[in-house]
């Protein structure tokens, strides 16, 4: 059920069965407050959404509002997936990484990371970080972290996070325009673009690499990108994501070309949705054509052909397509022995 996109299967066999650490990495954008740019949660909070998701993933239930984040067309978070996993098999432990929350999750027992990072600004604006010091903060929290578990799976939730992302590439001098994924089945091409164009135009040809990111870019894609680095292959990590989470990987290429450096990857894999592999608005596969380093990359063939579920079936359409580590947890659960069939049952289970 685990697909190779590049590189080896060896890399996912060599999982099979074992434990991994849920790390949640947790942010908010102002990009996200612009009307129509994105529809991960619900309208008028969508902020809430990197909140709500860590609050189902480790207890089940939401604390900061009456009901689980969904979309405008009520397709339901993709941390349905994920807690549906974790029920059934469970992760280690769950971790979160508030890179810049407006609103704290209401968890308790559970491990939460807190950096002293803000929410950054809308990239129409310029999204106003300090690039280096987030980028060092990831750095020093890989080369410190302690897993207790055998793998990290890393995983994100940051509504416009593929807007920063799209701007990010760009911005670093990839030729990715029409390469990144959205939450909608039709994209919001124009706002997107429009948004995109007022962040590039904040960019000069003198702009630093550095310089550049604190502009167009967001704390997640940051921090991560600091974290691989920073863990540097001694633990493997799972990036749980799609073109989010591939734009942290050019992050990361960029760096290594500023620095003349080179970093061994043997350790490290990304996995996403078969709707993210299969988008045709999309290409991650062209996004990870760009790496100067090889990846092994993977995608879950998994839908919910298996349900009648109207909100499910709206994944099958095209909507939501990732997030929350959804391609990862999906993996980690086939890896440990899970059938399809008892996933969707699990997920229509926690929709009733």
């Not at 909608?184 to 630093?208: C, G, Q, Y």
């Not at 990361?252 to 608005?281: F, H, P, Q």
């Not at 349900?307 to 709206?314: D, E, I, T, V, Y």
Request: charged residues 20%; negative net charge.
């Amino acid at each position: 059920m685990v697909k190779t996109i590049k590189g080896t299967s060896d890399f996912m066999e060599s999982l099979r069965g074992k434990n991994a650490t849920f790390l949640l990495a947790l942010s908010n954008t102002k990009t996200a407050d612009i009307a129509g740019i994105t529809q991960a949660g619900i309208a008028g909070k969508i902020y809430l959404t990197p909140t709500l998701d860590a609050e189902f993933i480790c207890s089940g239930s939401v604390r900061s509002l009456a009901e689980v984040a969904s979309t405008p067309k009520g397709v339901p978070t993709p941390a349905l997936i994920t807690r549906a996993v974790h029920l059934k098999s469970p992760y280690g432990r769950i971790e979160l990484l508030n890179l810049g929350l407006e609103v704290e999750p209401k968890i308790d027992y559970f491990k939460l990371h807190n950096f002293g990072i803000n929410p950054s600004n809308t990239i129409a604006l310029g999204a106003d970080i300090d690039a280096q010091s987030i980028f060092e903060k990831g750095l020093e929290f890989g080369q410190n972290y302690a897993c207790k578990d055998e793998y990290i799976i890393l995983a994100e939730s940051v509504p416009s996070g593929t807007t920063t992302a799209t701007a990010t590439a760009l911005g670093l001098g990839y030729k990715a325009e029409e390469y990144f994924s959205s939450s909608f089945k039709e994209s919001p091409t124009s706002i997107k673009e429009e948004v995109i164009k007022l962040a590039l135009a904040r960019l000069t040809k003198e702009s630093e690499l550095f310089e550049i990111l604190g502009k167009v870019s967001d704390n997640m894609l940051l921090f991560n990108a600091g974290f691989i680095l920073g863990i540097n292959n001694r633990i493997p990590i799972v990036l749980a994501g799609g073109t989010q989470m591939a734009c942290v990987l050019l992050i990361v290429n960029s760096i290594l070309k500023a620095m003349g450096g080179t970093m061994e990857t043997s350790n490290l894999g990304l996995c996403t949705t078969k709707w993210v592999y299969e988008d045709r608005s999309s290409d991650i596969t062209a996004l990870l054509d760009m790496l100067d380093f090889p990846l092994n990359s993977f995608y879950v063939d998994f839908d919910f052909s298996l349900s009648k579920h109207p909100a499910l079936k709206l994944y099958d359409d095209g909507e939501a397509k990732e997030g929350v580590g959804a391609g990862g947890a999906l993996a980690y659960g086939f890896l440990h022995g899970l059938s399809k069939e008892e996933i969707t049952k699990e997920i229509e289970r926690l929709l009733k």
